[in-house]
């Protein structure tokens, strides 16, 4: 295990391809075992749940899964049932759909499920999620925030579902402006790394710690514990932040990260 | 005449307060000399030049100059007149509006009138610029390019006035989420530093290379020459960026920058 992570995740930062070639999808699918593959979906997040299940369940039969069930958990009570946690499992890869975080934690945080989630993927069952499902990966996650100037009331964090740790991810990342919302995150504890995925992309992180970029555009990674100077304890919240120096890292296709050394590198698998 | 810098420059990143404090303008008469402060306006990258003319007019007035002068250039031979000139030689202080920053540099780019204002940027007058006025400051100014994921396409440039050297200036920045095309613009030239300026914030930078931050917002600096892999050079026009690892500097009110140094620094003038 890990200093930051236990398994196996695909962390998208939302608008994945649906209609085109499905890349990052259907990297799921493989990593999953393809055509042996047994996917649980978790609607959790989205207040559509029959909608989105269905459009996933589609998409994944589609690209070749052998075997797709739609677990839409309402409450806590289903989340402490047995049959719940006989179908995760039963799984070879886990999705969890967009939506609102906090939903998620909400529903499955201490729950039999949620340990279940937690002991799959530390089986290897890889655990894919994206938007609200990429940002609960983390042990603590973004919730909310302004777009624009990093302000320390720009974001507001809550506890995640921890299989990433030490991280902060951010997703629909460049799309929305995000990077002041990261960077203030980071500047709270510039042990934690910011990662911020931008939409149709996403990261394919193994349990040495390292990831590789999937999809068409970046990943940023933000690394502030070299920081000699923050103003983040002294400001008032709605003051412009001050952090100095961050290492910055723009990533894409054929390259990636190691998370615990801190630094690039090249994705030999990529052509 | 430094590095970078040969005078003082007020680089403004648009939006700047008219209404209430005025921080930014403020700062501006009181560098041209306060009270005995001679202001010519320069309005050539409007399409609004009389409306536009007439608030600085107005706002300069209020706050103390004791001259306030709009000079709208029209053409190219009035770039060439002999009164534009002088106007410059006499004053303490220049100030070039927003609007479109290539109709500053075709209107007086190889002009008496552009030979004048480096001379009395050399003799020490302070050249302020908004906006667009701020874009064109540097050697290469960044023309347009779309917001978010750095893309080698997202950007297009053109030579600048070149009172700014080997930086580039963004503006409106995070308020339009521009991170991604100022990295494209470094990722081209790794030399060269990326300065991000958001609305109602300011650079004030002297001669020896060094700048303050002025007002509300955050100044972002972003410096490639330490990196080890970019794929500028590569790639087609419409892909990700790669560009690692990237120094960083979120700056605001009380801190700096020093451009030779390339290093953070404190304001101690500011409280």
Known sequence: MGEHVAGKLLIIGGGEDKKGECIILKRFIQEAGGRESRIVVLTAATEYPRQVGIEYEKLFTQLGAQKVQVLD????????????MELLDDSTGVFFTGGDQLRITGLLGGTLLGKALQKVYEQGVIIAGTSAGASVMSDTMIVGGEEGTAKKNTITMAPGLGLLRAVVVDQH?????????????????PYVLGVGI???????????GKFKVVGNQSVTVVDASASVATNVSEIDPGQSLVLTPVALHILSKGYGFDLRQRSAIMDENEE
């Open 73 to 84: 958990v309402a409450d806590r009570i289903q989340a402490n049932m047995k049959g719940s």
């Open 173 to 189: 990342f460049a799309q929305r402006g995000r990077i002041g919302r990261l960077l203030a995150a980071v500047s709270h504890n």
């Open 198 to 208: 931008d939409e149709d992309t996403a990261i394919l992180v193994d349990s040495s």
